[in-house]
């Protein structure tokens, strides 16, 4: 055999040994147990709590496909509403007071009055004068805002974040000063001697709250004769304000729970920027239907799932609000934690961001809980300073853990010495609009500021929720209304160390018939 041939079967012999060693190490078929195929398998009928899913080896029938489009398509809808809502809230909001009149920069509502419950505002208190401009900067470019000194507030955008404090946690620290609010890419000159913010949306609402210590009539004084609101285009001839006392008036600022609640979220997405929302919840909205640029337009199948799906994340929405997971995503929502209270604050853990411990795990049942019943975000509301702002607790149940009916009657008791330095205040709401409960009490509120309310020997009250009021008890009661539901929410205004640090605490809501 010559050198060439050798080499040759030499080479042969190698390339078949090298190929029956993968062979043997390819995993056969036969070897897989039964176990992992049953794992990764689909059997050709799977009882769903959706229903029966049918299959042909693992394909689909037509039928089951479309039976979990129906599912996937209701879910993200439910999703877009728990998701969408800080959008639709602070629409609701923007529309409330252009219901009103207040349609441009330098026309702006406020409670001359003070808020009552003819007035449909998330939670609103009765105790401080609300003065309430909206900008929008599509239409009038930067624009400026002279706030009066003195005032408590922020700037929000369209998508209900923070974006700058107002007054002593603003940078002009209370003393009040010139806002210049410029829009999304702004490119241009920026002048000097203004508190300069840059917002991610168009539609910017301001809330601002003015202290009425010295009055009505002196806060509003303040207010007029300082406030000025205006294109930074016309600074050199703003229009004349024009302020638009709201106090007493019927008008809604509420998103819906219902259909239109998509109608009314797709004008936001239309009309602000695309970078407003991050891709993956643009993504989402744009499943449904919901698109920049696009129309939205779903057709009979889709309107029918998504009325659907908004009834479902209403009742979720809710659910969150009412039995927070206090074991699980709502951990840090009790006020008094040690003893599964039924009080609740507005923010898990005190974050306005809603972005966990860690500052970048969303919460999103966090985000729920707080845009459901309430409004106006800034790490302000958040912090408790001995004697400085406001601080609360909600009650959404009484102390069996159920629903507050207005047909019966129940009772708090707040201990001696309530501590705040300024008052405290009971506010009643009503379940279904979240708003001030309307009753035969045009300010459904008691505290400290009531005429009359009277005092226990120890120096601690007894406050009545129900029907009629109890004998003798008559400037210590809330008026309930038979068949609707109610919650409350208990104010200390200039918050002292006794309720910061939990040594003082009001009873449960107790049931009394």
């Known amino acids: 055999m010559t050198n060439r041939k050798m080499k040759m079967t030499r080479l042969a012999s190698l390339v078949i040994a090298i190929a029956a060693t993968q062979f043997m190490c390819l995993p056969a078929a036969a070897q897989v147990s039964q176990e992992v195929l ?57 529309h409330g007071a252009h219901s009103q009149g207040a349609t441009e920069a330098h026309q702006v509502i406020y409670f001359d009055k003070l808020m009552d419950s003819q007035s449909l505002y998330l939670t609103g208190n009765t105790s401080t004068m609300y003065v309430l401009p909206n900008l929008d900067l599509k239409r009038d470019g930067p624009t400026v805002m002279e706030a009066p000194a003195g005032m408590l507030g922020a700037f929000n955008d369209a998508w209900f974040r923070y974006v700058q404090d107002i007054g002593p946690a603003g940078p002009d620290k209370g003393k009040g000063g010139k806002y210049l609010v410029l829009p999304p890419g702004y490119e241009g000159e920026v002048p000097e001697g203004y508190f300069v913010i840059r917002p991610r949306t168009y539609d910017v609402w301001v ?83 919901m698109e920049k640029g696009k129309p939205f337009a779903p057709d009979a199948r889709m309107k029918k799932i998504l009325t659907d799906a908004v009834a479902i994340a209403n009742a979720a929405a809710r659910s969150i609000v009412w039995y927070p997971r206090v074991d699980g995503t709502m951990k840090g929502i009790e006020v008094y934690p040690d003893t599964h209270s039924a009080w609740m604050m507005g923010w898990v853990d005190k974050n306005v961001f809603f972005n966990g411990k860690d ?25 408790s300073v001995p004697g400085i702002g406001s601080d609360y607790g909600m009650a959404y149940v009484d102390s069996r853990k159920q629903p507050l009916d207005g047909s019966k009657t129940y009772k708090v008791h707040i201990p001696p010495n309530p501590p705040a330095k300024d008052f405290w205040a009971l506010t009643m709401y009503d379940n279904q609009t979240r708003s001030q409960l309307q009753t035969v009490q045009r300010f459904p509120t008691v505290g400290s500021q009531t005429e009359g309310i009277r005092k226990n020997e120890d120096g601690s009250f007894d406050i009545y929720f129900g029907p009629e009021a109890p004998e003798g008890y008559e400037n210590n009661w809330l008026a309930t209304v038979p068949g609707k539901g109610w919650f409350v929410a208990l104010r200390m205004y200039g918050p002292l160390e006794p309720w910061i640090e939990k040594t003082w605490r009001p009873s449960e809501i107790e049931l009394v018939q």
């Open 359 to 383: 500052g970048q795990t969303m919460n999103s049942d966090a985000r729920v809980t707080f845009h459901y019943p309430y409004t106006a975000v800034t790490p302000a509301m958040a912090v």
């Open 38 to 94: 049953d794992s990764i398998s689909t059997p050709n009928q799977v009882e769903t709590s959706i229903g029966t899913l049918k299959f042909l080896d693992g394909a689909p029938y037509p039928e089951t496909a479309d039976k979990i489009y129906d599912y996937l398509d209701t879910m993200r809808g439910v999703d877009a509403f728990l998701k969408g809502m800080p959008g639709a809230s602070l629409q609701g909001l923007i």
């Open 207 to 289: 809330f601002m709250r003015a202290s009425i210590a010295n009055g009505l009539e002196a806060a509003e004084r303040n207010v007029k004769d300082n406030l000025r609101l205006y294109p930074l285009a016309r600074k050199d001839n703003p229009p004349a304000m024009e302020f638009i006392g709201v106090s007493g008036n019927a008008f809604n600022t509420i998103h819906a729970n219902n259909y239109t609640f998509y109608e009314h979220l797709n004008k936001v997405i239309q009309k602000e920027p695309l970078d407003m929302l991050d891709p993956e919840t643009r993504g989402l909205f744009a499943s449904i239907g």
